[in-house]
Structure formats: structure tokens, C-alpha cells
């Protein structure tokens, strides 16, 4: 592999699945799930962004990245659902999947950009968290295909079209 265009598409394994959490209503706390059905029209179903923005029907962040965030907070450990985002993504690099497709399940979603953090991560992981989750606050994505997404499952990146 000589062009570096090649080695974009190169991954050394799939992901999985760890956490699932859905809003149910906006800022009320995150419920925590063993699955998701997402549709292409409407996102996660039963989440309060359902049927919203087309670019951010899903997000999901690294379970690499919550150590390190837990540690720039001053926490032993870091509940997912402190940060608000729909999955936990386990063993594969996130942000080098933008404009990328990956498959969970039956599921098919289109890595869309990056998930930035809003103002609620200061009061969610006390002073300081906005910052500590900048560069580190996942990634957002669209339904390409429907289906059902489940903690365990395998993160596949589907070949480029063309």
C-alpha cells in the first residue's frame, strides 16, 4: 500500500458496541438501554432528537476516551451518560471514520462529523468538563439503513462506493 488514500480505508479490526443510552425528553437524564431501533427518517426511536437533523440521528463516542476525560475531570471513572451521547464505541477509531459507513447489526450509519461539547458538559462533570471534552466528544451520524443496534455488536466499516 503505497497511497496514503489506501490506507484511510484500513482498519486492524471491528469495534463493539459497549453502552447504549437514549433522551427520552430533553434534559432530563440519560436512560440506558441494551438496544436501539434507528430508522432512516426518524433517528433513534423513542429519543427526544427523533426525527430532527438528518446529520445527527446518532451520536457516539469513543470508550477509549472516557478514561481520559474521567481523569482531566479528577474522577476515577466516567458514566457514559454523564456526556449525553447515544453510543459507546469500543477498539476502533472514531474520528477516522467521518464521511466513512459502518454497519451494526442491520444497521448502516454515515459517520457525519464530530460531536462537539456543549455548555451542559460544565455542569455535568463539574468546572473544566466543556474543556475536557473538547477533542474527545465523538462523533455524530445519519441512518443510511434501519435496523437494530445492540451493546456487544460488531463495528464493521463497509468498503467506499466506488
Known amino acids: 500500500m ?13 469495534g463493539r458496541i459497549e453502552w447504549i443510552g437514549i433522551r427520552p425528553v430533553r434534559r432530563e437524564p440519560v436512560t440506558v438501554v441494551d438496544s436501539i431501533d434507528v430508522t432512516e427518517k426518524k433517528g433513534i426511536l423513542g429519543d427526544h432528537y427523533s426525527g ?7 451520536t457516539l463516542i469513543q470508550a477509549e476516551h472516557l478514561p481520559v476525560v474521567a481523569a482531566l475531570t ?59 471534552m473538547r477533542g474527545h466528544g465523538g462523533m455524530t451520524a445519519r441512518v443510511v439503513q434501519g435496523g437494530t443496534i445492540r451493546i456487544g455488536a460488531e463495528v464493521v466499516v463497509l468498503p467506499p462506493n466506488g
Do not use: W
Request: glycine residues 10%.
Open 2 to 14: 503505497d497511497n496514503i488514500n489506501d490506507l484511510f480505508n484500513v482498519f486492524p479490526r471491528p
Open 52 to 58: 430532527q437533523s438528518g446529520n445527527r440521528h446518532v
Open 74 to 132: 479528577g474522577r476515577d471513572v466516567l458514566d457514559p451518560a454523564l456526556v449525553r451521547r447515544n453510543i459507546v464505541v469500543s477498539g476502533i477509531n472514531l474520528l477516522a471514520l467521518k464521511d466513512k459507513e459502518i454497519q451494526i447489526g442491520d444497521a448502516v450509519l454515515h459517520i457525519t462529523g464530530q460531536c462537539h461539547p456543549c455548555s451542559k458538559m460544565e455542569t455535568a462533570l463539574g468546572a473544566g468538563g466543556y474543556n475536557a
